[in-house]
Structures are given as structure tokens and as C-alpha cells.
Nanobody, 126 residues
Framework: QVHLVDSGGGLVQPGGSLKLSCEASGRTFSGGAVGWFRQSPGKEREFVAA?????????YADSIKGRFTISRDVAKDTVAYLQMNSLKPEDTAVYYC??????????????????WGQGTQVTVSS
């Protein structure tokens, strides 16, 4: 069993930055993938970013490409990050990290992940 804790959300002005963290316990991310998803009120959960823990190209939603970066802690196999720059009001949402072993074609889908964090609120407002 993997327990994920995501953190780092908060209130930020448009154009600002936040760095979200996702820490796993019970098992490392090694051998799998980590993803970030978000959900705004009245909307379905949507994909934000993902990467396979072993490396390779990261995946990003078009809406955040060039502004967000998914990364891993180089010293630990249990911590992943989402650096968010140039934040916009439309980025306001609850952000969730997810872990699992998505098969080909599912790394950008919530169905590819077995474990989820509790969510951290990101609010972009002046």
C-alpha cells in the first residue's frame, strides 16, 4: 500500500509561483510513474503533468506547458514536485498527486493510477 501526501498549495497572485510536493510512504515511486491532476469546482478532474520515475520525457497538458515542471527528488525515491510558474486565475483548483504503474497510453489518464494524495488547494487571485 502506498500513502501519498501532497502539499505546498496556497494563495498566490497572478504571475506568481508555487511548488507542490508529493511524498510517498509505504513504497517508493521506483518502477512506476507519478502524475499531477487538478479539479476545479463543477469540473472533472483533469490531467496536468506526469513522468515515469525511471526517466524519459515528461508529459504535460497543453494548458500548462511551458509554465509547469514535474520533477523528482534526486536523492529520494519518495518525493516528487510540481513547480508552477506564471500562474493564472484559471489554474485555481485542488491539485492531486498520483502514483501507479500506468500501462502504455494511460500515463495521462487518472485510470492509470492506483494511489492518490489528499489534494492541496491552489488559488490564484489578486
Amino acid at each position: 500500500q502506498v500513502h501519498l501526501v501532497d502539499s505546498g498549495g496556497g494563495l498566490v497572485q497572478p504571475g506568481g509561483s508555487l511548488k507542490l510536493s508529493c511524498e510517498a510512504s509505504g513504497r517508493t515511486f521506483s518502477g512506476g510513474a507519478v502524475g499531477w491532476f487538478r479539479q476545479s469546482p463543477g469540473k472533472e478532474r483533469e490531467f496536468v503533468a506526469a513522468r515515469r520515475w525511471s526517466g524519459g520525457i515528461p508529459y504535460y497538458a497543453d494548458s500548462i506547458k511551458g509554465r509547469f515542471t514535474i520533477s523528482r527528488d534526486v536523492a529520494k525515491d519518495t518525493v516528487a514536485y510540481l513547480q508552477m510558474n506564471s500562474l493564472k486565475p484559471e489554474d485555481t483548483a485542488v491539485y492531486y498527486c498520483a502514483a501507479g504503474r500506468p500501462i502504455i497510453g494511460t500515463i495521462t489518464s487518472s485510470s492509470g493510477y492506483n494511489y492518490w494524495g489528499q489534494g492541496t488547494q491552489v488559488t490564484v487571485s489578486s
